[in-house]
């Protein structure tokens, strides 16, 4: 083997212009340095779960080289796949610059932490062939992150609820997160005053909101029950249901509505059916990364409440700014 090393340096050398010492390495070398060497990559649905990040290889020789490039995950490389180029050619005294692309499957748990690694061995230095036992190669590496986020999914039993005055109902929400991490999931459940006959009534609530740290492929029931007022004519109330998902106080929102609208004396199943509403509708509100921003699912449910007796409502400490959002009339002819 040593002999095979000789004659290899020999017929380099022969290769070589005369340069300065200072300036060139008199034998094959390789280095490889790739930034970041922290990558992140977000599988929730939707994304391309992959990311990408540049490698340098350098060359200080007075060679130009062929360098063969290897890639590998440390932990269950199955999960992770890197693409890059098979080989790359390097200038005597220059660098080149590849690129690494990971893809991480999709179900992946967070935190959830893999170690990479990439080789550069240099195969031809001037065209002659470099045997493995004695070609120079370099090693650069670090770890691949899974991000967290969550997925929050809501079913929530029959839309439309009819009571009679007075009558005290039940509603389930049930929630579900379909993310890959532990997040803060839950509601919060209120209704418009409505006014009837000069009067003003409103649904009383035993909750208000209600929130559960939920770990992923789980989920929970939110339960709360209402009680109907006693207005002197038909009334129709709409519970306004937000049900979120965050980390810590910061969120975006975002927010879909259902509106379920109906005259004096109709049905609301009808209308509820003519909107595409069935009693058992399935809601799948996006995927955020978790601490970065949240969810805002707003339901709107249509309550009817038969006239009994007159109540008086002398309670002015609605706010109102809750319920800011523009009221359009739901228009038939669009369906």
């Known amino acids: ?15 070589l212009v005369i340069t ?14 790739c930034v970041p060497k922290d990558v992140s990559i977000d599988i929730q649905p939707g994304s391309s779960r992959t990311n990408s990040i540049i490698c340098t290889a350098d060359n200080p020789s007075a060679f130009a080289e062929e360098v063969r490039i290897e890639t590998s995950v440390s932990e269950n490389p199955s999960v992770i796949s890197i693409t890059s180029p098979s080989s790359i050619t390097v200038p005597a005294s220059g660098d080149v610059d590849f690129t690494l692309t990971f893809k991480a499957n999709q179900g992946l748990h967070a935190p959830i932490t893999y170690s990479w690694n990439v080789t550069g061995t240099v195969t031809t230095a001037n065209g002659i062939t470099m045997p493995d036992a004695i070609a120079p190669s370099d090693t650069d590496g670090g770890d691949v992150y899974i991000e967290a ?3 929050l999914s809501i079913t929530m039993s029959t839309m439309t609820r009819y009571l009679a005055a007075g009558e005290t109902a039940n509603t389930t929400i049930e929630i579900s997160n379909d993310g890959n991490d532990a997040t803060k999931m839950g509601c919060t459940y209120a ?31 939110l339960s709360f029950n209402f009680t109907s007022p006693s207005p002197d004519d038909v009334a129709v109330f ?6 979120h998902m ?10 879909f509505k ?14 509820g059916n003519s909107l595409g509403i069935d009693d058992s509708t399935m809601m799948m509100v996006g995927g955020i990364g978790v601490g970065v921003v949240a969810l805002l699912a707003v339901l709107i ?17 609605w706010d109102d700014e809750i319920f800011e959002e523009e009221d359009d009339e739901f228009d038939f002819d669009d369906l």
């Open 1 to 15: 083997m040593r002999r095979v090393f000789l004659t290899i340096l020999l017929l380099l050398c022969s290769n």
């Open 20 to 33: 300065p010492v200072s300036a060139q390495n008199p034998v094959p070398e390789i280095s490889i340095d």
């Open 149 to 151: 986020y969550g997925r």
């Open 191 to 221: 209704a418009e005053p409505v006014a009837v006959g000069g009067e003003t009534y409103e649904l009383i609530f035993d909750s208000n909101s209600h929130y559960e740290f939920v770990d992923p492929n789980s989920g929970y029931a």
């Open 238 to 243: 709409k519970i306004i249901v937000q049900c």
């Open 246 to 255: 965050w980390e810590d106080d910061y969120y975006q929102t975002e927010e």
């Open 258 to 271: 259902v509106e379920v609208e109906a005259a004096k004396g109709g049905g609301l199943s009808s209308l």
């Open 301 to 317: 449910v249509g309550l009817k409440i038969k006239s009994n007796k007159r109540r008086h409502s002398n309670d002015d400490d």
